[in-house]
């Protein structure tokens, strides 16, 4: 049983619409200073603070960021590459305008300044971190973004139901852009990765699920056990009855679908992330945990089972979610004696939960006990704090437990890049 109280989905658009040009500055160096302003708030941002660097860019309408996503690529390739011979049209986008002669002039004399700031790649690392920021704050557009802008819109949901949608700024795309160029840089790259993981288990942390993103990160890193990981517990959620629910009943747009498979083949999907995961990394208890579930949920109980046995934990939460789950395992193999010895272990660990006790009135009434169902029934009925709040069952936030150490990723990733910095 999963509850969704809030979160967000993504809606893709499923055409291309016509490119209308980007705006286009009667005053030629406004598009230059764009790009200067960006480079000098880079500097001054300090990774992981929500300062005026976030607010300010988050400012920018998407209009801006259109032009500034080719400017920032062009700079990355000449703070790279001095003396680089460029044309006035870097783009096969040709809703961008061309550079002048002046701009031309001006972009190299800009790489020939940055240059010595940007060793080891540093300044692009940081831009492309500044735009994950932003994305994270989830600023509103200045205006409100059009379908050629990202092909995405963000839908809120809450409780199982649609509960409209709004565009999504390019910051995200922008960020993924600049890593994508930087990832010959193994500094970078190991940057980026530790980016993807933090990002998108802040994702599912806020229930705000975004496939493309995950999806990048593994093209981009496609042996990193832990985006296999978080693919997994993603699509283990798409499964879910509240967010399958929520896709089914969105109102979208005309030509844009949700971005969520039917269950069976988000659980199909689920299992082989999990299953690609221990192949990467054996150890890994957590996915081990998560495939056991999913087993489950796919009518496999047996396999379950064997997998359910081979995790141990040391954390009360962990254990309990192994134990409930492989209860349901064991009962659905037919072996209700061990189901109910693993739903009891559940209880004693969280002694207010209810769900162990639910479950073993539900196991009764199986085995046609109706004195056993009503005596679980009654361990329920006498815990009102459990019944009026969801807070003493762990039971109500497993879909989110993966990403109980998020605060400690991003603080590696940003620690990181400050013990590199130049």
Known sequence: MTRLTAGALVALLSFHAAAARAADPLDPGARILRLERMIKTTLAHHPGERDEAV???????????????VDELLLQRLLRQPGLRMSARVTDDRSIPEYTAWQVKRLKEIGDDYRPRNRDDNLMVRMALLHGEVAMSNPDPAVAPEPRDSGRIKIQV???????????????????????????????????????????????????????????????????????????????????????????????????????????????????????????????KEARMHLGRVLVLRGKPAEAADELRKTAFDDDESRYFREMFLGSAEEGAGHFDAARDAYLRAAAIESGAQ???????????RQGDRKGALREIDHVLAMPAAVERHSTDSWWVYRVTQARHVDELFETLYGSLQEKTP
């Not at 607010?55 to 996503?69: I, M, Q, S, Y």
């Open 158 to 284: 809450g409780d199982g139901e649609s509960r409209g949608f709004k565009g999504i700024p390019l910051h995200w795309d922008m960020a993924r852009a600049l890593f994508d160029v930087l990832k010959d840089n193994p500094r970078a790259a190991d940057v980026a990765r530790r980016w993807y993981i933090a990002t998108s288990t802040l994702m599912q942390n806020e229930e705000a699920h975004d496939t493309s993103h995950l999806k990048h990160g593994r093209e981009m890193f496609p042996d990193d056990a832990e985006l296999q990981f978080l693919s997994g517990c993603q699509q283990e959620a798409y499964a879910s009855a509240a967010i399958q629910a929520a896709a089914r009943s969105a109102v979208l747009p005309t030509g844009y679908h949700v971005d969520v498979p039917p269950e069976g083949a988000a659980l199909k999907s689920a299992e082989d992330f999990f299953r690609r995961t221990l192949q990467l990394n054996p150890q890994h």
């Open 55 to 69: 607010t300010e860019v988050g400012l920018w309408t998407n209009a801006d960021l259109r032009l500034l996503r």
């Open 355 to 365: 769900s162990p006790y639910l479950a073993l009135s539900a196991l009764a009434v």
